[in-house]
């Protein structure tokens, strides 16, 4: 069974009727009980940082989640899902579930290099070593993560960022699978099947 | 690489049928609206838009039925528009599937509605639509499917609209609404000039020449309707025209199988 975990946040039920429609046995979670079942977890999230650390915390969803990232059991974080995998957020200042080494950071302004439109909006190419595919991306921050867990980057107006990251049997998305047409409905089959669950060699960062 | 600009199918619906007319007006029945979404998406378009041009208080729930009957059939966003008073409304379509929701009049008669939308569902998912047509030196907003008057220059609102918290623009000329004779190239290329959030072009689209052009002008993305209901248009071809034009744009490809993308993401 794969818990989605349910904050509240904007995107949950798509990344659950994405997962439906793929054949998975997928359901919301919104409590810590809901978890013992699962054999894996998808993070969602869309909207503001703090918000959604407010309300994992309010559910007692934090500590859980956190524990299941950190005890290396499969977990697939969507956007601001794969922010928060990060040690934290300048969004609002505020703390990550600290499991991928890196901060979330806001787009630098175009007079330093930033992207002329913010947010980040539409479809981009995600470019890994092994291939290069369009994802849809809606997003203000950018992964400023630890380079040892960076398996993809995107660029746009030149500021190149990372937008899928890997560590041992953590992944995340800055790109939403579930609005990424076939591509998308791939990546979260490849989850949820369990092709994404073996832990990466890594190096750590420092 | 760099962002995409997006083909969009927009679906005008009143009474569950998609429906189609010139400059507002004149509407014929162009079929269903969850079909057509599917077969758009499937065709490559990058999003899909349904706006509720009937939008009275009594088809509300058939409304949010569709919604979530399209959005279950879909794998690229949603955008939903129509009616739409309240944050409450706008809730109700993200609820019901809608990845963003547009809202026009009720943002003229009220632009703090716009602010409290963004506070709510987040800046994302917030589309606020203009309906404009020239007039003089300027372009000039109308309401209530451009029947109203509201005396306000269709710049000037947007960048208020922006400064507000709508995270994207849905430009429309009424002047070429269902016409086929191009966008407006100086209201897409003027506010798109004036803002920093990206501007979807409506009203115009006849050929890919068009398209190419209203992306030259600065719009990020392309609204189309009747071009596509009425076959004139078919998205992979428009695509594949615009990419030859040295557009960059998503082509439509057959997807890879999961293990590929795990292979992808090593």
């Given at each position: 069974m794969i818990a989605v975990v349910d904050f509240g946040s904007g995107n949950t039920r798509s990344v659950l009727r994405a997962l439906e429609a793929i054949g998975a046995d997928a359901h919301l979670v919104a409590t810590p009980d809901g978890l013992q079942d699962a054999e894996r977890v998808v993070l969602p999230g869309v909207g503001a940082a703090p918000t959604a650390v407010a309300e994992l915390k309010a559910r007692g969803l934090w500590e859980p989640v956190r524990r299941w990232g950190a005890d290396g059991r499969p977990l697939l974080g969507l956007c601001l899902g794969a922010q928060l995998l990060l040690d934290g957020s300048d969004e609002g200042d505020t703390p990550g579930l600290g499991l991928i080494g890196g901060r979330c950071r806001a787009f630098p302004s175009v007079e330093n290099g930033g992207p002329r439109l913010v947010p980040h909006i539409g479809w981009n190419a995600v470019e890994t070593d092994a291939a290069a595919f369009d994802a849809y991306f809606v997003h203000g921050y950018w992964l400023d993560a630890d380079p040892a867990a960076v398996r993809g980057w995107t660029e746009v107006d030149r500021f190149r960022f990372p937008s899928l990251l890997r560590f041992g049997s953590l992944t995340g998305t800055q790109f939403h699978p579930e609005k990424s047409g076939p591509t998308g409905r791939a990546l979260l089959a490849a989850f949820a099947a369990g092709r994404l669950d073996a832990p990466i060699e890594v190096a750590t960062w420092s | 690489m760099t962002l995409r600009r997006r083909i969009i199918a927009c679906l005008d619906v009143t009474d569950g049928r998609v429906v189609k007319g010139t400059r507002f007006t004149d509407l014929v029945d162009a079929g269903d609206p969850v079909e057509l979404a599917a077969r758009y998406a499937a065709e490559g378009a990058d999003e899909i838009t349904i706006l509720d041009?009937?939008?009275?208080v009594d088809a509300r729930p058939a409304l949010l039925d569709l919604i979530s009957r399209a959005a279950a059939s879909l794998d690229v966003p949603l955008s939903v528009g129509g009616g739409v008073r309240s944050v409450d409304d706008a809730a109700a379509f993200l609820d019901a599937g809608a990845d963003k929701v547009a809202v026009n009049s009720a943002a003229l008669r009220d632009p703090s509605l716009i602010g409290r939308l963004a506070d709510r569902l987040g800046s994302q998912s917030v589309v606020v639509a203009i309906d404009a047509a020239g007039a003089g030196d300027g372009w000039w907003v109308r309401a209530v499917a451009a029947t109203e008057e509201t005396g306000r220059d269709a710049v000037a609102w947007a960048d208020e609209a922006v400064e507000r918290g709508a995270g994207e623009l849905l430009v429309t000329s009424i002047d070429r609404d269902g016409t086929r004779s191009g966008y407006d190239l100086g209201l897409n290329g003027a506010i798109a000039a004036s803002v920093r959030v990206p501007v979807i072009a409506s009203g115009g689209a006849g050929d890919a020449a068009d398209v190419a052009a209203v992306f030259e002008a600065g719009a990020s993305a392309a609204l189309l309707a009747s071009t596509l209901h009425f076959g004139i248009l078919e998205i992979g071809k428009l695509k594949a025209s615009l990419a030859a034009r040295g557009v960059s744009v998503r082509l439509p490809a057959p997807g890879p199988t999961p293990e590929e993308v795990a292979w992808w993401l090593g």
């Open positions: - | 041009i009937g939008a009275t």
